[in-house]
């Protein structure tokens, strides 16, 4: 558990990627298995160990403890489970015992009922050292919170092994808890692990944005045209009966779309937008989508006010073969195809738009036909379908230039009604210098969301801050982990009393984009280049 | 007679009426009996200062040499009288030239410990506990949650991330008097053999450290003068911990802070700071340190002063000792 436990320690503490990785690989590399595998679950999926309620913690702790100098401690300390994991007392634990491993602290939980987990949770905290009592506790209060994200560890993973992280990801969800013959394969000691499982997800391939001067000298007979939907990018993975939903970072959406899955029918893997609505008759809005998102189950009454479907943009496989290395004009008319047989009610084809130059384009993806559009896909018609955000094969140009993505950075507490609620928000975007990437504020806003919104927001900002200041929360907002926000504003001018250098007209939240990876959200570069774009009067 | 007769709280410091000296006292006094160098124990004006010759000479490389009219060096066990009060020195293992000073009159007798610690430490005589019938104790880490780790597994943490970062400049902050030191000596205790770079604040005193005896090996001043940044990638800087936000750490080769201090021990006090190697190495006693110590001195009454007194007179009270908090000024929070 020691390994485990400065590993941990050392994350929380290390604000650079490269050093997180640094950490994360030579932990893996150190550690022998089972140890490793575990730790690669609960920095990943998650352990499946009976969890200890905060209360029954202290209650424990102050079976132990004489309650005023809990408090003393706590009141000092300021967190729970870190004045827990120092103040428990050493008993019965000498320097030769040598420590619990991770391995025998999650067998011993998982094989014990929630009923006895308190009391056999706390005899193996009598076996622990402080550092390692404060990792145990995090693990079964769940989410150790230390801004490591899964794609994060995986990359480690992939360091480790001098493999490609996409092979990584392709495999990752055919993989079972401690890992043992990923190890191997990364180590050289065994051929790659099999993939048995099935419907795995596939990493998805993302266009880049237009930026001045991007599409000079291309020829727009090489492109291909499509509306790009505001809904989320997902894919629909179908083989040997095994159906799922992902979204576009390989996150298993199934839970909360059965009426989708429900009508695939076929063995296939689809790339498309996510929406809701009947295709050929209505498609919600975003905020109507939202609805749906971020639940582990839906109701048979949201199911019905708000149905799922996919608008079809990509094909990936199809009856057992890969179909990412054809170019996209193949994969085009076999999807075609495909739809053909496919339930009209949840699936449709996103269609191709036709176009004489660049200048109509442009004119398109400022008016387009519905108001479920946020601009233009632009396709080569050749491009090989690779994951990754490759610049040159598909381009993204959104209708309106005034919105940006940007990631929260603080939090303060609100006035009147909502004064109990982190309202007022800072939020950044990033800037690349030497290497690094870093988010430099631009803009504060407090409305443009809905209460229900506020509430889940607010939650999300109690669980992640970072530090405080006053009245003011600092939250977790680094390439790995953050909240994207995205921001909606009236014009952009040059200023020098801000230090991005930048000041916005009327920032407000026009969606919260909980789908959003936070390295994705927009640059700095990006919001200058919009500067002329946008005068301010 | 009652300790208060022996020994009381003054504005001054902790003054004793018969032998009119004061222990460590805050402003400039007459006489005054110091227990060790740090700064808010030891200053410089008093017209006659007791203390071990470490002590004063310690005293002498802080402050010039003068730092007080009349001085006189007390040999650790050897009683010494002052207008028929026995004051003692004995080793409190916290730096070197510590002593806690053991005053008795009458057959009262009252330790005044000064900063101390129980871990072992080779670059300084180790604590020595003395039955006594009051026993004055800091608290400077007087809550059930500080718990000091091994001082060698601490080191040997900072030699392991010297592994994973090659090419990082290990700045490790330390108290220049005492911390810096041990920090060096563990390290060639563990085998480390390498230069180690030094601040210029630290130079004097860990000169004085090696003249003592104490094995610090090769030492290098750390200026760029002689070379590029480059040249400390991968290397160890010990310097004091105000140096990080100082524009002199900004020169080397991707600097990693490294905090060696009790302080440590909360992940939130590293984590204000921006210290992303957290050693949590102390001078100064831990809690179970705190309360085996005051069960050792048999003591019956317990003063309690310099840092977070309420919690170990409620430990006090919980074992049915009698003890006070004793209200001195002039004790910053130990930081480094
Ligand atoms: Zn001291
Ligand atoms: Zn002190």
């Known amino acids: 558990m020691k390994a485990f436990?400065?590993?941990i320690d050392r994350l929380v503490l290390t604000p650079a990627r490269n050093g997180k990785l640094a950490l994360l690989t030579d932990y893996f590399a150190q550690t022998p298995d089972p140890d490793r595998g575990y730790a690669l679950a609960a920095l990943t999926e998650g352990l499946d160990i009976p969890a200890v309620k905060p209360a029954l913690l202290r209650a424990l702790a102050l079976e132990r403890i004489d309650e005023v100098l809990f408090a003393y401690s706590y009141d000092y300390v300021g967190d729970l489970a870190e004045t827990i994991s120092l103040i428990w007392p050493d008993t019965g634990r000498t320097e030769e015992d040598g420590s619990l491993s991770l391995s025998a602290f999650v067998e011993t939980l998982s094989a014990t009922s929630k009923l006895d987990a308190p009391k056999v949770f706390a005899s193996l905290l009598d076996q622990l050292d402080p550092s390692e009592r404060y990792a145990a506790i995090k693990l079964v209060t769940g989410g150790l919170r230390i801004g490591v994200s899964a794609r994060l560890t995986r990359q480690a993973l992939a360091n480790l092994g001098g493999k490609d992280i996409i092979e990584l990801e392709e495999l990752w969800h055919g993989l079972e808890m401690p890992y043992r013959d990923l190890f191997a394969w990364l180590e050289n000691k065994a051929d790659k692990p099999q993939n048995n499982a099935l419907a795995l997800f596939r990493p998805v391939m993302l266009a880049n944005a237009v930026q001045t001067g991007d599409l000079d000298g291309l020829d727009p007979d090489d492109y291909r045209l499509e509306w790009k939907w505001d809904g989320i990018r997902v894919?629909?993975?179908?083989?040997g009966g095994v159906r799922k939903l992902y979204s576009r970072s390989g996150d298993?959406?199934?839970?909360?779309?059965?009426?989708?899955?429900?009508?695939?029918d076929f063995e296939a893997v689809i790339d498309?937008?996510?929406?809701?609505?009947?295709?050929?008759?209505?498609?919600?809005?975003?905020?109507?989508?939202?609805?749906?998102?971020?639940?582990?189950?839906?109701?048979?009454?949201?199911?019905?006010?708000?149905?799922?479907?996919v608008r079809c943009y990509d094909l990936l496989m199809l009856d057992g073969t890969d179909t990412r290395s054809l170019p996209l004009t193949e994969r085009r008319k076999r999807l075609e195809t495909l739809i053909q047989t496919l339930d009209t009610e949840r699936f449709d084809l996103s269609p191709q738009l036709d176009f004489d130059d660049w200048a109509q384009v442009d004119d398109m993806r400022k008016q387009p036909e519905h108001p479920v559009i946020e601009g233009v896909m632009l396709k080569h018609k050749d491009s090989p379908y690779i994951p990754g955000r490759k610049k040159g094969p598909w381009f993204k140009w959104k209708r309106d230039p005034h919105t940006i993505d940007a990631v929260l950075m603080y939090a303060q507490r609100g006035h009147g009604k909502r004064s109990s609620y982190y309202s007022d928000y800072t939020f950044g975007v990033w800037q690349d210098s030497e290497g690094r990437r870093e988010l430099v504020p631009v803009g504060k806003a407090y409305f443009g969301f809905s209460d229900a919104e506020l509430k889940l927001i607010d939650k999300y900002v109690r669980e992640n801050t970072v530090d405080r200041f006053g009245p003011v929360r600092a939250v977790t907002a680094t390439t790995e982990k953050g909240l994207v926000f995205e921001v909606a504003f009236e014009g952009i001018a040059r200023s020098k009393r801000h230090k991005s250098g930048v000041a916005m007209r009327f920032p407000r939240i026009s969606r919260l984009r909980w789908d959003k990876p936070a390295n994705?959200?927009?640059?700095?570069?990006?919001?200058?280049?919009?500067?002329?774009?946008?005068?301010v009067d | 007679m009652q300790p208060s007769d022996l020994?009381?709280?003054?504005?001054?410091?902790?003054?004793?009426?018969?032998?009119?000296?004061?222990?460590?006292?805050?402003v400039p006094v007459h006489s005054a009996l110091i227990t060790h160098g740090h700064s808010d124990h030891a200053r410089s004006g008093h017209h006659s200062v007791l203390a071990t010759a470490e002590t004063l000479d310690i005293m002498a490389l802080r402050y010039g040499d003068g730092f007080a009219a009349r001085r006189q060096a007390a040999k650790l066990g050897s009683p010494i009288d002052i207008n028929g009060v026995k004051v003692t020195f004995l080793p409190a293992g916290h730096v070197l030239g510590s002593a806690q000073i053991v005053v008795e009159k009458n057959g009262m007798r009252i330790v005044a410990s000064g900063d101390y610690k129980r871990m072992a430490d080779a670059t300084c005589l180790p604590f020595e506990p003395v039955r006594c019938d009051v026993f004055i104790t800091e608290a400077t880490f007087g809550l059930p949650v500080f718990r000091?780790?091994?001082?060698?597994?601490?080191?040997?943490r900072l030699m392991h991330s010297l592994r994973q970062f090659p090419d990082r400049t290990h700045l490790v902050g330390a108290y220049a008097l005492g911390k810096a030191q041990r920090v060096i000596s563990l390290l060639r205790q563990n085998g480390y053999d390498r230069t180690i770079y030094i601040h210029g604040a630290l130079e004097k005193l860990s000169s004085y450290y090696q003249a003592h005896g104490i094995?610090?090996?090769?030492?290098?001043?750390?200026?760029?003068?002689?070379?590029?940044k480059d040249d400390f990638a991968g290397e160890i800087i010990v310097c004091p911990p105000s140096a990080f936000s100082d524009r002199w750490a900004r020169r080397f080769s991707e600097p990693m802070a490294c905090f060696a201090s009790g302080w440590m021990q909360i992940r939130q006090r590293a984590k204000q700071r921006g210290v992303e190697l957290p050693l949590i190495l102390s001078d100064h006693s831990d809690w179970d340190a705190l309360t085996q110590t005051i069960l050792e001195t048999e003591a019956s009454e317990v003063w309690v002063t310099h840092g977070r007194e309420e919690a170990l007179v409620r430990w006090c009270e919980l074992n049915q000792i009698a003890a006070q908090p004793l209200h001195l000024v002039g004790f910053e929070e130990e930081a480094e």
């Open chain 1, 272 to 309: 498309g937008e996510l929406l809701v609505g009947r295709p050929g008759e209505y498609v919600g809005t975003f905020n109507e989508l939202q609805q749906r998102l971020n639940r582990k189950t839906v109701s048979q009454k949201l199911q019905k006010q708000y149905p799922a479907f």
């Open chain 2, 148 to 156: 000091h780790p091994d001082d060698h597994e601490e080191i040997r």
């Open chain 1, 252 to 264: 298993d959406i199934s839970g909360a779309f059965l009426d989708l899955l429900d009508a695939v």
């Open chain 2, 215 to 228: 094995a610090l090996g090769t030492l290098f001043p750390a200026t760029l003068e002689t070379g590029n």
């Open chain 1, 235 to 239: 894919q629909v993975s179908s083989e």
């Open chain 2, 7 to 26: 020994l009381k709280p003054m504005p001054e410091g902790l003054y004793c009426p018969p032998g009119d000296f004061f222990i460590d006292p805050a």
């Open chain 1, 5 to 7: 436990s400065e590993l």
């Open chain 1, 520 to 535: 994705e959200a927009d640059t700095l570069e990006t919001l200058e280049s919009m500067i002329e774009t946008a005068p």
